[in-house]
């Protein structure tokens, strides 16, 4: 399968994309909601991988108590070093080499926290692949926004880039910026909703993103 379209820029997601991080990230959502009073064995964190802590918190703990559950999340994912808690999918190494060689530039665009997001990279030795990194910050959150901000930064022509994620935020985010988007299906987000957000392709495991784009 090959993309009939060509791109310049590759932005991928990193929760769910690069990284199997779910191991700390439930670990530390547990701790965050343990703390409050709520069972997490009760809660699909799966749908958490994805969206920006404070849309998370808000749902489950509400607005009262969503920027103190930030403070303390952020507080034991440091503290519990959870961006080592994580391993890198299958071949993805070999595929962010590939594509490095063949001439794309790589940009992460991930609503994971900017600082997790850049020390999980450097623990995984993964820092050269990419020309940039962007996550949440104080004051961008959802996909969409980290998106927008990357592209216009960096002065990219939005024709010519390409996100590749596994969650609908990845998929809807992009479109919401007139971004084409790649959905990964080895990841955190659901199959069929996936499908329906119309991405200009899937794939199954991260060897299938080297074919389909060289």
């Known amino acids: 399968m090959k993309l009939t379209k060509r791109y310049k820029y590759i932005i991928f997601d990193f929760d769910g ?51 103190s ?28 080499r590939r594509l490095k060689e063949a001439g794309y530039v790589l940009a992460i665009a991930s609503s994971k926290y900017e600082p997790h997001a850049v020390q999980s990279l450097q623990y995984h030795g993964l820092s050269g692949y990419f020309s940039c990194v962007y996550g949440q910050t104080e004051r961008r959150g ?4 980290v998106l927008a901000q990357l592209v216009e930064d960096n002065g990219w022509d939005k024709s010519l880039c390409l996100m590749i994620g596994d969650t609908l935020h990845d998929i809807n985010g992009a479109h919401d910026c007139g971004i084409d988007a790649v959905a990964v299906t080895y990841g955190f987000g659901h199959t069929d909703e996936l499908l329906a957000a119309h991405p200009v392709a ?13």
């Open 17 to 67: 994309t690069i990284n199997n991080t779910s191991p700390g990230i439930y670990a530390t959502f547990t701790a965050v909601l343990a703390h409050f009073g709520v069972d997490a064995s009760k809660v699909d964190l799966s749908r958490h991988i994805g969206p920006p802590l404070s849309d998370s918190y808000t749902h489950l703990l509400g607005p009262q108590l969503c920027d």
């Open 69 to 96: 559950a930030i403070q303390l999340h952020k507080r034991i994912f440091d503290e519990t070093k959870a961006a080592q808690n994580s391993f890198l999918y299958e071949g993805i190494t070999d595929v962010l």
């Open 142 to 145: 959802f996909k969409r926004e």
């Open 202 to 214: 899937t794939v199954s495991c991260p060897k299938q993103i080297a074919e389909l784009l060289i």
